[in-house]
């Protein structure tokens, strides 16, 4: 979907999310940009993306009694979870690594100690 006009795209993602299988079809049309959905289905709900795929179709057009269990939009819940701890943890490592010259340099000076 190309974006137009930001006010346009935030009004109707609004509209999208009001229930789960709104919110879960947007964030994974959303996601499939940075992650590898099937990936992600095999990590968390232990499926494969072909059945992930079935079931997001099914909660988030035709609610019907195949969409994803309180269960499952719980297993991918945790997994949001547990990516954006990862994210964070990845965050913090890159904000607290060195440039490579003041890396080297420090590497030459702990050498030096010893």
């Known amino acids: 979907m190309k974006l137009y006009n930001l006010d346009d795209y935030l009004y109707w993602r609004g509209q999208c999310i009001g229930d789960k299988g709104g919110a ?4 994974i049309t959303e996601l499939n940009k940075i992650l590898n959905i099937s990936v992600f ?3 968390f709900l232990k499926k494969p993306q072909k059945w992930f795929n079935e ?3 099914e ?6 009694k195949t ?4 269960e499952e939009y719980s ?8 990516l954006a701890r990862q994210f964070n943890q990845y965050a913090d490592e890159l904000e607290k690594a060195k440039m490579w010259d003041d890396y080297e340099q420090s590497i030459k000076t702990e050498k030096q100690k010893t």
Do not use: A, D, M, P
């Not at 909660?59 to 019907?64: A, D, V």
């Not at 969409?67 to 309180?70: A, K, L, P, Q, S």
């Open 41 to 43: 289905s095999k990590r």
């Open 67 to 70: 969409e994803f269990t309180v």
């Open 55 to 57: 079931k997001l179709k």
């Open 24 to 27: 879960l079809s947007t964030q």
């Open 75 to 82: 297993q991918i819940v945790n997994g949001y979870r547990e």
């Open 59 to 64: 909660s988030s057009l035709l609610h019907t």
